[in-house]
């Protein structure tokens, strides 16, 4: 019952449940309370609806959100309990004493406040957001960017200035009980003063020395680096924050081109959830922005999505265009008929190229190139299963997807057999469950059946755990815990010594990475997933949930996968292990197969997951395992050849583009030279690139009709 509950005020635990209903039903307990009239309870019930409201902003409680939807938001709860507080004034004969009209004056000086001070809180932040924000670009030479003020004025500004009240709250309480105004009038004192403090100490930070310069001059200082850096390959991308793995997973490739890489972003979110990196990165929201920035030395612009803000970047003629997508599957997205638009789309191996043929959507093949995949180097080939454990089985289903088609992912209609099934296994094998950290947001079907699934992996593992069968090193483990502890401490040591950037400008300011850091993190991180895999017992089922591990090390210590079809499967093709794929869509074995390349070496499992157990065959015995010469097949068609490494393959096909960019630009200038073509009209004519600040500012999308 509690659960249902919780799901159904969409809050986030029990406590957050009993906080919202003390709330809810507090501010009528309190009304009551004045009409009594009764002091004691009044001032108990307050002490409830302020400690109830402030647990649920420091939670972030949907709810809160919901009440300001029906007008019930943060400063309406607490002018309800000022006057709440006059109503008891009142009800207990004090309307005609000067407290009285005290509390009323300074509750209305009070709210009055509310307005300088808001005005001010949202001045200052629209101050300080600069027209780009960059990471590892040294602006702090070429411009100035003040500190920002203290996180302690502008974090939940608006809850801490309302706060203020409870001075004069409580002195006004203590006065109606005692019967005396000097404690009334003292709170009345310092809740007024107090507000008056806390406004004028922002005002100087909306003016002088205490803002960021104005945004020309702001975008003068990046175009001069961008002329010094001279960036030669740019990685562009857009999105929701919850898609900023699309680019977090081309962040290693980007540092090991042979080009200058550079990383334009359109979104704040992204930047805000970009992983640590070398390269440096712009974040562009405004169109007009972005078409006015000089990059004319940039020759290959790589697209990790198909969005339409990609059309600020496609307009340039100046560089070639390419598709790299953020996966390789057989998913309808992967053979998207925008891709088109692009002078190349860059597919992992002959496969992709074979999926737009069979599409028809325009893309022709002389347009597809074939670079493998540089994400999958850290993915380690399978050498059989060590004779000192137990087989382990990953099972990393994907999402529900937004069209609810039922073939999308097996968490709901075979999620719970298979996990079943692998866990009452004979001979024994380890499970890991990995689901798709979108699982549930868009079905409830799918969040419920995850909930069970994981339910199901936690109480397997609890009964082996305290089967005799199984044994384990306590010492061995207990070493890799205090192992994991340390190298944790040291990476929240290295994180504290980053230092809070404040707010955009000061990140900006202070973005630049330190490379030593970098590197010793990229080091722990290696060190402590080895800890990791080492501090349980190797036959422990889990459920692997967040960041850490990556998916990528859950294939290293896996001897097999069953998943859907998604980029997963092919991915994991790279590691040449066996792995099954769920029909959940009950095309059939044999259409299932046809319709989906990466599922040609697969086992294929009905929703009953009858066939798993000739999965587990080809993990226990390699040697009469059927697949294996397919996968090897399959997996050079997916993915390409080992030689030469992706890396150098990616490296190549960029080269070998940005001739082609370079030989169409000098083209062009030989062309507009031939015709005696004005040199101002050349000019803009050949580079048509940002950097012209031609685009007027009523354009918003920087495209002028027709």
């Known amino acids: 019952m509690i659960s249902t509950a919780i799901r159904v005020a969409r809050v986030g635990s029990a406590a957050e449940l009993t906080a919202a209903a003390l709330m809810i039903l507090g501010f009528p307990a309190l009304m009551l309370a004045a009409l009594v009239p009764s002091v004691p309870a009044f001032a108990a019930l307050a002490a409830v609806t302020y400690l109830a409201d402030h647990y649920l902003h420091r939670k972030g409680s949907y709810l809160i959100n919901r009440l300001s939807k029906i007008r019930a938001g943060l400063s309406i709860r607490f002018l309800i309990r000022q006057l709440l507080l006059i109503l008891l004034l009142a009800r207990l004969s004090h309307a005609d004493d000067l407290i009285f009209y005290g509390a009323v004056a300074c509750f209305i000086a009070f709210y009055g406040l509310q307005a300088p001070h808001g005005a001010l809180v949202t001045l200052i932040r629209n101050r300080r957001r600069m027209p780009v924000a960059t990471r590892n670009i040294d602006l702090k030479s070429r411009i100035r960017i003040p500190d920002a003020p203290p996180r302690k004025l502008l974090h939940r500004s608006a809850e801490k200035m309302l706060h203020l009240d409870l001075f004069a709250m409580i002195g006004i309480v203590i006065s109606a009980e005692l019967d005396s105004s000097a404690a009334g009038f003292v709170g ?32 003068a200082a990046v175009d001069d680096w961008l002329a010094s850096y001279k960036p030669e390959t740019a990685l562009y991308f857009s999105g929701s924050k919850d898609s900023a793995y699309q ?71 100046t560089m070639k ?31 992709g190229r074979d999926r737009y043929a069979i599409a028809d959507v325009g ?26 454990r137990i087989p382990t089985v990953l099972y990393a289903p994907t999402w529900e ?35 798709h ?80 850091r970098h590197e010793e993190i990229a080091r722990l991180r290696t060190e402590w997933n080895t800890a990791y895999w080492r501090s349980f017992p190797a036959y422990e089922h ?23 079809i998604s980029s997963v499967v092919s991915d994991f093709i790279a590691s040449g292990k066996p792995y099954a794929v769920t029909d959940s869509g009950e095309l059939g074995h044999e259409e299932f197969r046809r319709q989906n390349t990466a599922v040609r070496a697969a086992v294929v499992l009905s929703n009953d997951a009858a066939e798993l157990g000739g999965l587990l065959d080809a993990v226990r015995d390699p040697s009469a395992d059927p697949l294996m010469d397919a996968r090897t097949e399959l997996k050079r068609y997916l993915l390409g050849p080992d030689e030469p490494r992706s890396i150098d393959q990616f490296n190549a096909a960029v080269a070998g583009l940005a001739l082609k960019s370079e030989a169409r630009n000098v083209g062009q200038e030989s062309r507009l030279g031939a015709a005696n ?22 354009d918003p999308d920087g495209v002028k009709a027709g």
Not at 300 to 310: Q, R, S, T
Not at 363 to 388: M, T
Not at 545 to 557: I, S
């Open 188 to 219: 009345i004192g310092l809740t007024v003063a107090l507000g008056v403090l806390y406004v004028l100490v922002l005002v100087p930070f909306v003016r002088g020395r205490k803002i960021p310069p104005r945004g020309d001059v702001v975008l």
């Open 677 to 698: 073509a004005d040199p101002a009209e050349t000019a803009e004519l050949t580079n048509a690139v940002p950097g012209q600040r031609t685009a007027s500012a009523g």
């Open 437 to 516: 950290p979108f699982t549930g947001t868009v079905s409830k079907e799918a969040g419920a059946a995850h909930k069970r699934i994981t339910a199901l992996v936690e109480k397997a593992a609890a009964e082996r755990g305290a089967d005799s069968r199984f044994a384990c090193d306590g010492a061995a483990i207990a070493g890799a815990k205090a192992e994991l502890a340390r190298i944790e401490a040291r990476l929240a040591e290295l994180a504290a010594a980053r230092g809070d950037r404040g707010d955009e400008a000061e990140a900006t300011r202070e973005g630049v990475v330190d490379v030593a």
């Open 247 to 317: 680019v977090n997973m081309w962040l290693e490739t980007m540092e090991q081109l042979d080009t200058r890489p550079l990383i334009i972003l359109r979104e704040r979110a992204i930047l805000n959830n970009l992983a640590p990196t070398t390269v440096p990165v712009i974040c562009v929201p405004g169109g007009v922005h972005l078409m006015n920035m000089d990059l004319s030395t940039v020759r290959v612009a790589l697209y990790a999505a198909n969005v339409g803000k990609n059309i600020h970047m496609l307009r340039v003629p």
């Open 401 to 435: 997807g937004w069209d609810g088609n039922p073939g999308n992912t097996s968490v709901v209609l075979a999620g719970e057999n298979i996990v079943r099934k692998l866990v009452a296994a004979d001979p024994p094998v380890r499970v890991l469950y990995k689901p």
């Open 542 to 564: 889990r459920v692997i949930t967040g960041a850490e591990p990556r998916l990528y090390d859950c294939f290293n210590v896996s001897d097999a996968m069953v998943s859907d």
């Open 363 to 388: 893309v022709r093949d002389d347009d597809i190139v074939e670079v493998g995949r540089p994400q999958l180097a850290p993915i380690q080939s399978w050498q059989g299963v060590p004779e000192d």
């Open 321 to 351: 265009h390419v598709f790299i997508g953020h996966g390789d599957s057989d998913k309808l997205a992967s053979v998207n008929p925008y891709s088109k638009v692009y002078d190349e789309v860059w597919t992992a191996g002959r496969a």
